[in-house]
């Protein structure tokens, strides 16, 4: 449960400023690290889906703290709601998916 990891506490853990933990993960991975929480939180969802989990839960589980916006972001980043994902997931859809969980991760 990550819900309660916020830029500031990340940054604080990682030892640095916000303003360092925004340029170093701008640098390394080109997004803000908003953004680069949200992936993180969706790849982890994405892994969760695969389970018997409901959307409510991967959302808190996830660490967002309204379904709704978890289903927003879920579409922004996938292209997809969290229910279509699960009903319609072929091989190309897993590929695009393990694609984002890799960049992430790496």
């Not at 916000?18 to 997004?31: A, N, P």
């Not at 989990?53 to 709601?81: E, H, L, V, W």
């Not at 699960?86 to 991760?105: D, G």
Request: proline residues 4%.
């Amino acid at each position: 449960d990550n819900a309660g990891l916020s830029i500031e506490l990340f940054a604080k853990r990682m030892n640095i400023s916000r303003s360092m933990l925004y340029r170093k993960i701008k640098s390394v991975t080109g997004l803000t690290p908003v953004e680069f929480m949200h992936r993180v939180r969706i790849a982890y969802a994405i892994e969760l889906l695969r389970g018997d989990y409901n959307f409510s839960q991967i959302a808190y589980i996830t660490g967002f703290n309204d379904p709704k916006y978890f289903t927003k972001c879920f579409k922004r980043y996938t292209g997809m709601t969290p229910s279509d994902w699960k009903e319609k997931r072929t091989p190309k859809v897993e590929f695009i998916l393990q694609s984002l969980i890799n960049y992430i991760y790496n």
